[in-house]
DNA sequence: GTGAAAGCGCTAACAC
DNA sequence: GTGTTAGCGCTTTCAC
């Protein structure tokens, strides 16, 4: 791909400097056209490597937009061309470490197609969300990557007559507009509930994000006191925070929880971040882990290794959501599809990291395993 | 601005969904036209807010627009005005911590002008840098924000004759081709040194990524060993490492290095995130930080507020440099300025936050302080 | 293999 | 206040 002759020399720099001689007018076509005594045409054909043209003519061509210092106008071949190899990746925030995993992802396998990612941000706000969709999509995208199933109507809408195909990642459990690809979260909650049950633990405190509109915590959630109920168990203490340094909010929060009931066994916490708060003022207290207390948190982030101790979590499949439903839009793309035909649904399988944070038996026996 | 009728209307849903009604085809301003029986020209000046047009048309235009779910076609509106309200931004890495926030900061203020950015990302790689960059242009933006100053001749070349404002950020070490804004690293890597000598420290260690194309680091480094020459003093030990986890590395490269010399008195980390490593690791080890060695990093990572010890470090202005740079933009875009009249250069000066890791006087009286 | 004409969907500029 | 005309810089299509 880097390696078409074209490609690279595109992008070379002007050999004259044209930004003295010349009024400050961005270059043309035609200016390329001009200097190197070809038709406009035969130009584009060259700068695009479409069609047939003459190795001679070809060389002259590239000479002279190289020469110039010419740069293609795609806001013009766009409008031309009916086709704009955008696609519009709209996702909550970038400070949360996971979204830039899945923006990678993506990233990578955009690479080997026409197809550039371009980002939004939504700062978890569906007015924001809406207002950002409105703005990518008048510039015709591709398609749309965007994060969660839960948008206004008005966005629903929007998205349902683009014509492009729209995926929506990171959650499943929700009804989606085209296509989705992530995991379901109710279930992730549910998962850890039981492995922390089976592995003994009974009196358990559930800390997390105040945040009404990160829906994806709130169904893991939801997953994780129903698993619970559902053992006959309750959540015995909950605390949730909004802002400031997640580091310090789990460690505040947990010697503010841990103060209130001492005898709770077992803290989940919604993000490894504040997990890993708990986790060193546990630590710092002398506090036994996993035996005297379990911990758990969310996301397997990388960054946290180093840590003392690791701590138990569970992989969100990041990556493979993000190469997933780069795929689907690239699929479409080259097919030609306008997303008419038929979402594809992907429910990826969280695994859980028990780290060091999690004992996999019961200290007392009480339920066995299998 | 989120007021004005228009804006919001704008972006509604369909309330009669189109997506059956007609094939497939995008809505142009034509089919609003014709549904509210007002001219193209006039619906254009409704929807843009543009130039007086009476109430009553003015409704029957939002109406028509609102009930069709038109949303405008900017790939034609930029062609047909000359005007593109994009802001290309160009970073090495989303997965840094210190990009992130200065997308924020960018955002923020852009937020307040018609400007919007797209982040472009080079890992590092010049040659992706002049892909990304001969993309975003030829997308003809309002604007470019790029990081650091060191850039391919044809990256350069492309700048320079793009027309448009151009602000290289992070780095003021060299020489900007329009403006810039950002801290010189050198300074931040001299400041450092003189801190440290002062406080008393003369074995120090240093502990940095391989990246030799991250330039800002390795100005940090040059400054740093600069300002150790100039007291006398050279580095005992230095380790670099590339890829992993930062904070697994900060502690893997920390127990070598004081294994290898058990009489380092200071150890200085090139980022926040490996120093943070390294001073879990002390404390695991019972060593008395800042008493047996100090340690400190760089960046300021609020990230990291909540270990058991504040690392001391440096802040260096990264939402302010986000801010500065954005304005600088958004004021020339609002002039109608094609970047020809003299770039600014705007120095911050960051500061050091000396945390619990590193102690403020010498120990033994060595060097009194001023 | 190359060129000429038409037009993508909008907006600037000017009429009315 | 509203409509008309003429492009913006490319690519499509078709002729040669």
Do not use: H, I, K
């Given at each position: 791909m880097a390696l078409t002759s074209s490609d690279s020399s595109?992008?070379?720099?002007?050999?004259?400097?044209?930004s003295n001689s010349s009024p400050k007018r961005p270059l043309t076509l035609r200016d390329v056209s001009e200097a190197s005594g070809v038709s406009e045409m035969t130009v584009s054909r060259v700068l695009r490597n479409r069609g047939d043209v003459s190795a001679g003519t070809r060389a002259r061509v590239l000479e002279a937009a190289k020469e110039l210092g010419y740069v293609p106008n795609k806001i013009a071949g766009a409008l031309a061309s009916q086709r704009v190899n955008l696609v519009a990746v709209i996702i909550p925030s970038l400070s949360n470490m996971v979204f830039p995993e899945v923006m990678t992802a993506i990233s990578e396998v955009l690479d080997d197609t026409p197809l550039q990612p371009v980002v939004g941000v939504t700062n978890y706000k569906p007015e924001r969300e809406e207002k950002v969709l409105y703005e990518m999509l008048s510039w015709r995208p591709s398609g749309v990557i965007i994060a969660g199933l839960e948008h206004s109507d008005a966005a629903k809408a929007m998205m349902a007559s683009a014509g492009i195909p729209v995926v929506e990642i990171m959650d499943t459990d929700g009804d989606p507009i085209d296509s989705v690809v992530g995991i379901s979260h109710r279930r992730a909650g549910r998962m850890m509930a039981e492995t922390i049950i089976k592995a003994g633990y009974r009196k358990i405190g559930f800390l997390g994000t105040k945040m009404p509109l990160d829906h994806r915590a709130r169904k893991r959630f939801e997953g994780f006191t129903q698993a619970l109920a559902k053992a006959g168990l309750e959540i015995v203490d909950k605390e949730f925070y909004a802002g400031g340094s997640a580091l310090a909010k789990g460690r505040e929060m947990t010697a503010a929880m841990l103060a209130r009931n001492p005898g709770l066994d077992f803290l989940y916490f919604s993000n490894d971040m504040i997990g890993a708060g708990g986790l060193l003022y546990c630590l710092e207290k002398g506090i036994d882990v996993p035996g005297q207390i379990g911990l758990a948190g969310f996301n397997n982030i990388e960054l946290l290794d180093g840590l003392p101790k690791r701590l138990a979590t569970m992989d969100a499949c990041r990556a493979e959501i993000g190469r997933k439903a780069a795929g689907i839009i690239a699929d479409r793309a080259a097919q030609g599809d306008d997303g008419g035909s038929g979402g594809k649904r992907i429910e990826l399988s969280p695994t859980i990291n028990p780290g060091d944070t999690l004992r996999l038996r019961p200290s007392q026996g009480a339920y066995p395993e299998d």
């Open positions: 595109q992008r070379t720099a002007p050999v004259t400097d044209q």
